[in-house]
């Protein structure tokens, strides 16, 4: 079955990084797009970036760019998304979801999310 | 970057109760537009993709319709497990934005 398998909690200090992994399963890794979006304590739904596991240049929302970098590894199915200087603001689940190269079907599978602290 | 904008931002429903929220794109989508579910402490889960067309194992009890920028999503009889928060976003072009949720509670 078709699984997005993300890694576990962070907690980080104003300033770091952090790096979410996002192994897929269960389907041909090169037939869809992976998404990231992120999600604050209380609020909506906030699209980050996508990457296409066939090669290119991932696309980042315009307010992330410079901080965010998503790269894959075909070998292991796996994305990663990386947030530099991080701040309060960015606390957050950060989720992974596929969505179809070719085809209509959008986000039809998540991660499971991974809640990302920003804390002194 | 196109912008979604939903409404109501939240309603009181009973069971039993038909519920529509509408959706808004600032310019037109053709029909690249989807609804999610989401409960608390959930991913959000796929309802309707393409306006109109229900994902797999997704109750009948729930449509979309709507083309261009205006869109519906209506729950036919609404049933306990659909007190959650829905959010429509569009697909047409990047990045994929999210309408700002409505929450659908109990009345």
């Known amino acids: 079955q078709v699984q997005l398998v993300q890694s576990g909690a962070e907690v980080k200090k104003p300033g770091a990084s952090v790096k979410v992994s996002c192994k897929a399963s269960?389907?041909?890794?090169?037939?869809?797009?992976i998404h990231w979006v992120r999600q604050a304590p209380g609020q909506g739904l906030e699209w980050m970036g996508i990457i296409n596991p066939n090669g290119g240049t991932p696309i980042y929302a315009l307010h992330l760019q410079g901080r965010v970098t998503m790269t894959w590894d075909t070998s292991t199915s796996t994305v990663y998304m990386e947030l530099s200087s991080l701040t309060s603001e960015d606390t957050a689940v950060y989720y992974c979801?596929?969505?179809?190269?070719?085809?209509?079907?959008?986000?039809?599978?998540w991660g499971q999310g991974t809640l990302v602290t920003v804390s002194s | 970057d196109i912008q979604m904008t939903q409404s109501p931002s939240s309603l009181s429903a009973s069971v039993g109760d038909r519920v529509s929220i509408t959706c808004r794109a600032s310019?037109?989508?053709?029909?690249?537009l989807n609804w999610y579910q989401q409960k608390p402490g959930k991913a959000p889960k796929l309802l309707i993709y393409a306006a109109s067309t229900l994902q797999s194992g997704v109750p009948s009890r729930f449509s979309g319709s709507g083309s261009g920028a205006d869109f519906t999503l209506t729950i036919s009889s609404l049933q306990p497990e659909d007190f959650a928060t829905y959010y429509c976003?569009?697909?047409?072009?990047?990045?994929?934005?999210f309408g700002q949720g409505t929450r659908v509670e109990i009345k």
């Open positions: 976003q569009q697909s047409y072009s990047v990045p994929r934005t």
């Open positions: 269960g389907y041909t890794f090169t037939t869809h797009y």
């Open positions: 979801a596929r969505d179809q190269i070719r085809g209509l079907i959008p986000f039809d599978y």
């Open positions: 310019q037109s989508i053709i029909t690249y």
